[in-house]
């Protein structure tokens, strides 16, 4: 398994940017799938974005296309999101996780979880 910390949430102005940190430990991060995911009140977990484990292939949920990018640093063992043209939508505790697959799934580690809150 792998240890996974979530970090760089706050609170953003609409429109604004915000970049989130996965810092990972324990077995070998460059050999996971790594994902983003976000769940706001009231609604079920969602993965916004995933990542393959070269960093080769990247998949986005059609409401942060465009916006935002996830990117990976194997020599670090982080991930990374960075956020842009934020949104009060956007506004969710954000979880990074671990996949075995890919297309991403599969995903058995978890992050605690970091807020993003975006005001209008």
């Known amino acids: 398994q792998v240890q996974l910390v979530e970090s760089g949430g706050g609170l953003v102005q609409a429109g604004g940017s915000l970049r989130l940190s996965c810092a990972a430990s324990?077995?070998?991060?460059?050999?996971?799938?790594m994902g983003w995911f976000r769940q706001a009140p009231g609604k079920e977990r969602e993965l916004v974005a995933a990542?393959?484990?070269?960093?080769?292939?990247?998949y986005y949920a059609d409401s942060v296309k465009g916006r935002w990018t996830i990117s990976r640093d194997n020599d670090k063992n982080t991930l990374y999101l960075q956020m842009n043209s934020l949104k009060t939508e956007d506004t969710a505790v954000y979880y990074c996780?671990?996949?075995?697959?890919?297309?991403?799934?599969?995903?058995?580690?978890w992050g605690q979880g970091t807020q993003v809150t975006v005001s209008s």
């Open positions: 996780a671990a996949g075995s697959r890919w297309p991403p799934g599969d995903f058995g580690s």
């Open positions: 324990g077995r070998a991060f460059f050999s996971y799938t």
């Open positions: 990542i393959s484990w070269t960093g080769g292939a990247a």
